[in-house]
């Protein structure tokens, strides 16, 4: 009971918000799809890092550098998540950081079992419900072997 | 594996420039988690050599693109930025989106940490100066704050910096917003941002008649122009703040500031034992029978807290 070091204050670990970096990889489009998202996951309680529109693979990964990410949510609507998403994996992996990322968008279903095993954690369709968004997300982070 | 290294070599490392081991160290101070302690120990000893700068002010009035401008400009090795952001009150949860803004300029030369009000329950004034003092012994300078300044806990943040920036936009509402928010008296600077707009001489003026009326100290706040999103300004800004710095070095005010801080700190977290150890008193039998002495009306409300107060500072103090 006695806290360390003279350290008066509760430790509150246990009830810890999950921290998700919330972008949209590549060129496309506008934010709006992905504010929705963003709003879904706080009124969840989650933290959520918005990075919003033309980030990078690299650009994400020095984001959760710094913000000590629990996961990566990306949203995508152009053609290229056959070969974004893996990168955006490759990259993760290649910074030694264990963050799962889920991936919300256009993408069709034939393309979700590729994602999946590229090590996309979990794919989200456009008419996905808040709920579901929500699931995948935590489901996602707390599947995860270490922290 | 990160999250099995020790807060000391995590230090190492990120004094070393390792980013994620000073994101897992703001991890630790923040969420107060086994290590908490020792972090803040350590982070405490090595700190002191930042210049800390809070920026502040209403919302969507340009902090966080000042912030990032600032960081660029302040010409510092590795500067830092800590940018807090109100949690939802009903949910818990955050939409942190300072960092849109500053990576437009910043491009990854900062260190930049958002920050979620929740999960600080009267806790928050003790995690940002913890954090500040991690990033600050991990070598980071300048460290950069932004803060919405909207309450008196937000107000007291802000001050928490040994140099603070206060960010209005042309129009007297917010002159008069800052006045009544306590921004006023707290303004080590002052920026009048979108300067591109009409009218910001005229609120640099306004500022200017409230500064007549008063000014603490041998300081006089001044007020810089600034059109952030296109640069404008920030130097010149910089330029003042570097000059207030000077100032607190040369009069020993900054020790004086960083005194007085170190003792709000004190007390504040003595005030926030003092209330975990109150909850933990009620709840115990000796409470549980005060209270119902005071429900049998056999002592008053006011008997019983002495009784329990003494037995918390005699019993159960500091020391044991
Ligand atoms: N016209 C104009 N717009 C600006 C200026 N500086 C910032 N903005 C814009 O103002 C908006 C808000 O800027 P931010 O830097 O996010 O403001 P903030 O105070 O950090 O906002 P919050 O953190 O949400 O309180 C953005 O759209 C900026 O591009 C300026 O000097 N002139
Ligand atoms: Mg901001």
Redesign the pocket.
Known sequence: MEPANGDVLPTVAGELPIRVVLAKLGLDGHDRGLKVVARTLRDAGLEVVYLGLRQTADSIVAACEQEDADVIGLSMHNAGHLTLAPRMVQAVEKAGLDIPVVIGGIVPTGDVPVLRAAGVAAVLGPGASAEEVVSAVTEAVARRVTR | MLSTRSPDELFAAARDGNRRALGRLLTMVERRDDNAGLVAERAHRDAGHARVVGIT?A???????ITGRLAVVSGGDRPAVLAI?PSSPLTGGAIL??RI?MDDHVSGSAFIRSMATRGHAGGLAAAVPDAIRVLDAAGCDPVIV?T?GVGQVEVSIAAAADTTVV?VTPGWGDAVQANKAGLLEVADVFAV?????PDARGARRDLELMLDLGHRGGWRAPVVL?????GEGIEELWAEIERHTAHLRESDELLRRRGRRHRDEVVNRIELGLRGRARQIIESRSGAAALGRVDRREISPGAAADMLLNSLTGGAGPES
């Open positions: 002010g919302p969507g009035t340009g902090k966080s693109t952001d989106g300072d803004r932004e919405v960010v941002n979108k300067a591109d707009r600034t059109t952030a999103n296109r």
